[in-house]
T-cell receptor, first 113, second 115 residues
Framework: AQKVTQAQTEISVVEKEDVTLDCVYE???????LFWYKQPPSGELVFLIRRNSFDEQNEISGRYSWNFQKSTSSFNFTITASQVVDSAVYFCALGTGYSTLTFGKGTMLLVSP | DTEVTQTPKHLVMGMTNKKSLKCEQH?????MYWYKQKAKKPPELMFVYSYEKLSINESVPSRFSPECPNSSLLNLHLHALQPEDSALYLC??????????????FGQGTRLTVV
């Protein structure tokens, strides 16, 4: 069975602070995919990144960076110099086999000016 | 065009009503999905269509009836819903149902209230 744990329910930061959102996953599959999605108040889920289990390279995209560590089954997401527009719920998700995604419960990020 | 368009954005319906949610994508994606999301919860998969055929039904009650008229359209027909069915209904699409080189694009959702 697949499981994704996002232990942080809500995080509040002040603009320009760095913030890390944690994601820990469980799966018995050797091939799997990890995702991060952003859900702003408008409701849609915005795809941020996909990582497959064979690629442990960390990735940076602008102010966003992701740290994938198979040894600890973690796929953490860091926002550098946070902005008010980063306020949203962020979901980590795990996909295996036939593409059904298992989502974590989400972390609500509040960035205040 | 990388959009998944859902209509309507908001819907209020009575328990005896019949209504439909619509989803459209023009990215040539062959897999389409319906998810249900309750407040402060993650999305839960309801149905998966692959090449216009229903491939996954996650034990969804029959009062929800999906339909895929063509590769660009996905409908969700609603009948005799209960108040607890009130939720955000999200449609998504992806290249196909394998995860290898795909990412799912989600629509903005239809916020459904059953009264």
């Amino acid at each position: 069975a697949q499981k994704v744990t996002q232990a942080q329910t809500e995080i509040s930061v002040v603009e320009k602070e760095d913030v890390t959102l944690d994601c820990v996953y469980e799966t018995r599959d050797t091939t799997y995919y990890l995702f991060w999605y952003k859900q702003p108040p408008s409701g849609e889920l915005v795809f941020l990144i996909r990582r497959n289990s064979f690629d442990e390279q960390n990735e940076i995209s602008g102010r966003y960076s992701w740290n994938f560590q198979k040894s600890t089954s973690s796929f953490n997401f860091t926002i550098t110099a946070s902005q008010v527009v980063d306020s949203a719920v962020y979901f980590c998700a795990l996909g295996t086999g036939y593409s059904t995604l298992t989502f974590g419960k989400g972390t609500m990020l509040l960035v205040s000016p | 065009d990388t959009e998944v368009t859902q209509t309507p954005k908001h819907l209020v319906m009575g328990m005896t009503n019949k209504k439909s949610l619509k989803c459209e994508q023009h990215m040539g994606h062959r897999a389409m999905y319906w998810y249900k999301q309750k407040a402060k919860k993650p999305p839960e998969l309801m149905f998966v269509y692959s090449y216009e055929k229903l491939s996954i039904n996650e034990s969804v009650p029959s009062r929800f009836s999906p339909e895929c008229p063509n590769s660009s359209l996905l409908n969700l027909h609603l009948h005799a819903l209960q108040p607890e069915d009130s939720a955000l209904y999200l449609c998504a699409s992806s290249q196909d149902t394998g995860l290898r080189d795909t990412e799912a694009f989600f629509g903005q959702g239809t916020r459904l209230t059953v009264v």
